[in-house]
RNA sequence: UCCGGCAUAGCUCAGCGGUAGAGCGGGUGACUGUUAAUCACUAGGUCGUAGGUUCGAAUCCUACUGCCGGAGCCA
């Protein structure tokens, strides 16, 4: 039976009889045997295997080279070498896959851009790897932390027919020729239909039924954005909760962020030990400081005077009811809290329509978390619940009550406070390995005019 | 979409007006309980594409394409 290379590792003791399967990550060759190393994905370190010139299949031991697919049987035992506890003594190899020269995953680092162009490749480099077992084990966490808050999962539609607006522009969904815009009431649907920017609105629904739930999903974006933290298709988090307001959202928020750090901070040391080493050298004392300290949270008014009084020259000037430019939250999680910030209470001209609007009218009950690093990690609101002023708002922002009857029908019948929030995915999983682009912490990463693979 | 940068060997880059270079990787050989091994030899390039300037262009100019970074939009 076969042993995964993260078990092997974790032996107690020796084992006469091992079976170990993966891909060689480098070979070196004596006069009278080799070393290879396997990796298999199960952990971040390979396996050292000793292969006697002689024992059945060692005759193929020129083609066991970097990339090619192997099966080794042996006795682990512990090593002369330095390095590792453990190794294999092979008493018989076999080649599974042989990978020749052109394959181009070399012993050194390369870049993530040329990585990119071989993401079919990546994830048996050691960066990749790890990565992507985070990825596994911060979804877990996800799950975890709701489950165990009694949330209830919701699966909301990926093809939907209303826009969360504000959220972006949307993919459209049609099976019309190509070409032909025709009348969306001959499409499909029978009306115009796209991907989903947001199952908030769905959400919303579910919470005012079974109180606490959640969903975590595929979410797509059609906007044209070239940057590091924007991809068209990425996962979303978002929580609902009714009977709510805002400050327990921004609570749940908090704790949220503070509990997938711990999770990985347990979980994936040596994988974090890697970024630490090769991506950011701070991560683990940032993971550890987020975890440990309370977030800083105050108004967006507050967050203004802050920003006005900082003497800071920014690009764009700081004014009061604009909208807070990704330099001016920089500044305010960077620099002058050095931690991550909650802002709430925006200007609701700012804000889309299903917010609460407070009792001053003039903000609503939004809030949005600030990492450093990243920017925006959460976004979310207290919901409008009170049916005439949020029909107001949707009058405000030009909106067909029509095309919203069923969210309507929420504040009619058995109307409560609800609220609820966002986050995103890869940005809490480029927070937690420090990785700097959000292509890189997808496995096939979805951009403008890019959806190779 | 806007602003900026880059494009030379499989990879990372140097060369910046006068006959295409290095390191790594690959191949061959030697050596060694090695571990991004070491040493020697070796193969490998229409210098992103198309124009232009020049006696001569990888090098200067223009356009295009691709990639990267920043902005906006947001998660």
Same mark, same amino acid.
């Given at each position: 039976m076969r042993t995964l290379v993260k078990h092997a590792h974790r032996s107690e003791s020796e084992v006469d009889n091992i079976l170990i399967q993966g891909w060689v990550r480098t070979r070196r060759d004596s006069k009278s045997f080799s070393f290879l190393e396997i990796n298999d994905g199960s952990c971040l370190k390979g396996i050292q295997?000793?292969?006697?010139?002689?024992?059945?299949?060692?005759?193929q031991i020129a083609l066991m080279a970097t990339g090619a697919s192997v099966e080794v049987n042996g006795r682990l035992v512990a090593s002369q070498g330095k390095g590792q506890k453990w190794e294999i003594q092979a008493t018989e190899v076999k080649l599974v896959g042989a990978a020749d020269e052109t394959y181009p995953l070399q012993k050194k680092g390369h870049t993530p851009e040329f990585l990119r162009s071989i993401a079919h490749l990546r994830p048996r480099s050691n960066l990749y790897g790890s990565v992507f077992r985070t990825r596994s084990k911060l979804a877990y966490a996800v799950h975890q932390?709701?489950?165990?808050?009694?949330?209830?999962?919701?699966?909301?539609?990926?093809?939907?027919?209303?826009?969360c607006e504000g959220a972006g522009e949307m993919f459209r969904v049609t099976t019309l020729p190509q070409g032909k815009d025709g009348d969306p009431a001959s499409d499909f649907f029978g009306k115009s239909a796209y991907l989903t920017v947001s199952g908030q609105l769905e959400g919303e629904t579910f919470a005012c039924a079974l109180s606490n739930i959640y969903t975590f999903g595929p979410t797509f974006r059609a906007e044209n954005s070239h940057t590091a933290r924007?991809?068209?298709?990425?996962?979303?988090?978002?929580?609902?909760?009714?009977?709510?307001?805002?400050? @327990?959202?921004?609570? *749940?928020a908090e704790e949220n962020v503070?509990?997938?750090?711990?999770y990985v901070l347990e979980e994936c040391a040596d994988d974090l030990e890697l970024f630490g080493k090769f991506v950011d050298k701070q991560l683990h004392e940032r993971l550890q400081f987020v975890v440990e300290r309370p977030f800083q949270r105050f108004t967006y008014a507050e967050a203004v005077e802050i920003l006005l009084k900082s003497g800071k020259k920014f690009e764009y000037e700081v004014v009061h009811g604009h909208n807070l430019q990704s330099e001016h939250e920089r500044y305010l999680t960077e620099e002058h809290c050095k931690c991550p910030v909650t802002v709430y209470n925006y200007p609701k001209a700012i804000k889309p329509f299903y917010m609460r609007v407070n009792d001053d009218d003039a903000t609503v009950? @939004?809030?949005?978390? *600030?990492?450093?690093?990243?920017?925006?990690i959460v976004g979310g609101s207290q919901r409008e619940e009170r049916l005439d002023v949020l029909k107001a708002n949707m009058a405000k922002h030009e909106l067909d009550e029509e095309a919203y009857w069923w969210y309507l029908d929420l504040r009619r019948y058995g109307s409560v406070p609800h609220a609820g929030y966002g986050m995103g995915f890869e940005r809490m999983?480029?927070?937690v390995t420090g990785v700097h682009n959000i292509r890189d912490v997808i496995p096939f990463a979805r951009t403008p005019g890019n959806a190779e693979f």
């Open positions: 295997v000793i292969v006697d010139a002689g024992i059945p299949g060692s005759e932390f709701f489950q165990e808050r009694d949330f209830v999962y919701v699966h909301t539609p990926i093809i939907t027919a209303s826009d924007h991809a068209s298709e990425f996962w979303m988090i978002e929580p609902e909760m009714a009977f709510c307001n805002l400050e @327990a959202d921004m609570d *749940l503070k509990f997938l750090c711990k009950a @939004a809030m949005d978390v *600030l990492v450093p690093g990243i920017g925006e999983l480029m927070f």
